[in-house]
């Protein structure tokens, strides 16, 4: 795979500052715990289109950063990475982007977090000026939904009349609760284990449930369904096809977790931009997402390198 290769895909999503907390030893909830603290680059949005470009994609990205200061350093490190930063709106305001506050167990595991969510619109306002131009040509939106209804809802409707394929990502229900007819013009839908249980109202914690929830979920309208078990792997269904699939993940150190989900999707739009089926889409998410969590950073800054160094067959099918 070379540099910016395929068609655009245009990712829309929040920018967030991370503060993680990694303790020393177990973590004592009603005392101190020393370790150690790192402030990193985050955002769903942000992550998966800087880890998009990295992985090759070309990638136009619509969001909201406050002018200066880390707002500043997140639009260059995205330059570097070569994420194209023409659809991003710049703000005085410090609510221009999020606030994440993530404390983890010595494992990895996420043990609580405190987020400050951004100012939504600030990202309506970005889409509303960029959003046409940015689906221009393009192959694919990787869509964060539910920080916006409003948002969410142009986004798909935009896409969806210039022809361009919907990756779509809950961040919880509310989106598709107040637009149930959305789900018609998502094509590929993406949620994990707690997305899905919240949606069916039913546990999800195993691969044959995991199994019945994308087919559940197939039948409110996407095309294909991802539903993600972290550890365990995935499960995908597309309408038409049969059962559901289920695709293992890939064995590795954890370092921190929090970052796995992003890249993921990251992987799987990635391929799935390069004409990928939506099995060797996850099988490429289940990498992307191996490398992050074997590292501290939410974004795996070596992807490049693992890409000339791996040996995988895969990546020689897109």
Request: glycine share 10%; hydrophobic share 45%.
């Amino acid at each position: 795979m070379s540099a910016a290769s395929g068609a655009p895909v245009v990712v829309v999503g929040t920018v967030f500052v991370d503060l993680k907390c990694f303790p020393k030893y177990e973590i004592n909830y009603k005392g101190r715990n020393p370790g150690r603290t790192r402030f990193y680059h985050g955002g769903v949005g942000r992550n998966v289109a800087e880890t998009m470009a990295l992985l090759g994609s070309q990638v136009r990205f619509s969001s909201a950063v406050q002018e200066g200061g880390m707002g500043h350093e997140v639009m260059v490190r995205l330059n570097e990475a070569g994420v194209s930063l023409d659809g991003i709106l710049t703000t005085p305001d410090p609510e221009g982007m999020g606030m994440w506050v993530a404390i983890l167990h010595r494992d990895g595991d996420l043990a609580c977090s405190i987020s400050q969510m951004p100012n939504t619109r600030y990202l309506e306002e970005a889409w509303t000026r960029h959003g046409r131009r940015l689906l221009d040509g393009a192959r694919l939106l990787v869509l964060e939904m539910d920080y916006s209804v409003a948002l969410a809802e142009q986004a798909v409707k935009d896409a969806h009349e210039a022809g361009v394929q919907v990756v779509g990502l809950p961040a919880s229900s509310e989106c598709i609760r107040a637009r149930p007819e959305l789900m018609g013009m998502i094509d590929t839908y993406v949620l994990n284990q707690v997305e899905a249980e919240e949606m069916l109202g039913k546990p999800v914690a195993s691969i044959p449930a995991a199994e019945q929830a994308a087919k559940a979920i197939l039948e409110r309208g996407p095309k294909q369904v991802v539903v993600t078990l972290g550890a365990l792997g995935c499960v995908v269904a597309e309408r038409g096809k049969g059962l559901p699939l289920y695709v293992p993940a890939m064995p590795v150190e954890v370092v921190d977790t929090s970052g796995a989900g992003d890249a993921f999707v990251a992987g799987l739009s990635h391929a799935l931009a390069h004409g990928a089926s939506l099995r060797r889409a996850a099988e490429v998410g289940t990498r992307v997402a191996a490398w992050t969590v074997s590292q501290a950073e939410t974004v795996c800054q070596d992807i490049p390198r693992r890409l000339r160094t791996d040996t995988w067959s895969g990546w020689r099918d897109f």
